[in-house]
């Protein structure tokens, strides 16, 4: 079975741009949390999703928004980039929301602002 | 607001030895506790978790109990092999489910 894939790879864009990244949870999942890890931290938790409703939003300023889909992907957009949010942005699924449940973690998508 | 607080690394072992990394936490409510592990080159995995007070996860020889009274959960293995070499994150969420918190993470070299 796939995993939690995202999309792109790598990104690199320019201060005051804006950037989608893009994930698709496992199949059967209905929760997708994303996060922010800057290098050498632990990832930062910006949202929850669960059936397509934000059910949990980290320290984030609104520049940051989140949506997820019916099919339960789901898309993090970030406006007026700034070069602080340089950083590995993961996504992560569970079958459910909630606080005890696993998250499957992807890749991550490496945006770098410059 | 909760939060974790992680053992600072890098930590370096030789093969066999005992491991113990810290984790204490703070939070209101009834947080869950999980301990996730990145490989070199591999991706975010969940190690172990527990999800009440005196839970103990465990998971390929790792262990960690859900200390409510020292509000703690260390990871412990008592004998480290170089395939243990990770970073290991402890994390919490909170008592809604709907908010996580990692630690900063802590690398584990083993040598042969």
């Known amino acids: 079975d796939a995993g939690v894939t995202q999309s792109p790879t790598h990104l690199i864009k320019t201060r005051g741009q804006h950037v989608t990244l893009r994930c698709s949870p496992i199949?059967?999942?209905?929760?997708v949390s994303w996060y922010q890890q800057v290098l050498g931290q632990g990832p930062q938790f910006i949202f929850q999703?669960?059936?397509?409703?934000?059910?949990g939003r980290g320290n984030f300023p609104d520049r940051f928004s989140a949506r997820q889909f019916p099919n339960y992907s789901s898309e993090l957009n970030v406006n007026a980039l700034l070069l602080g949010d340089s950083a590995l942005y993961l996504c992560?699924?569970?079958?459910?929301?909630?606080?005890?449940?696993?998250?499957?973690f992807g890749p991550g998508t490496r945006l770098t602002v410059l | 607001g909760d939060s974790v607080t992680q053992m600072e690394g890098p930590v370096t072992l030789s093969e066999e030895a005992f491991l113990t990394i810290n984790c204490t936490y703070t939070?209101?409510?009834?947080?869950?506790l999980f301990w996730y592990v990145q490989y070199p080159g591999e991706g975010l995995q969940l190690l172990l978790k527990?999800?009440?007070?005196?839970d103990k996860g465990s998971n390929k020889g790792f262990e960690a109990t859900y200390r409510k009274e020292t509000t703690s959960f260390h990871l412990e293995k008592g004998s480290v092999q170089v395939s243990d070499s990770a970073v290991y994150f402890c994390?919490?969420?909170?008592?809604?489910?709907?908010?996580?918190?990692f630690g900063t993470g802590t690398s584990l070299t083993v040598i042969p």
């Open positions: 992560a699924s569970s079958s459910l929301a909630g606080g005890g449940n696993e998250q499957f």
């Open positions: 527990a999800t009440k007070a005196d």
């Open positions: 939070a209101t409510g009834y947080p869950s």
């Open positions: 994390a919490l969420s909170d008592g809604t489910g709907n908010q996580f918190y």
């Open positions: 199949s059967g999942h209905k929760s």
């Open positions: 999703y669960y059936e397509k409703e934000e059910r």
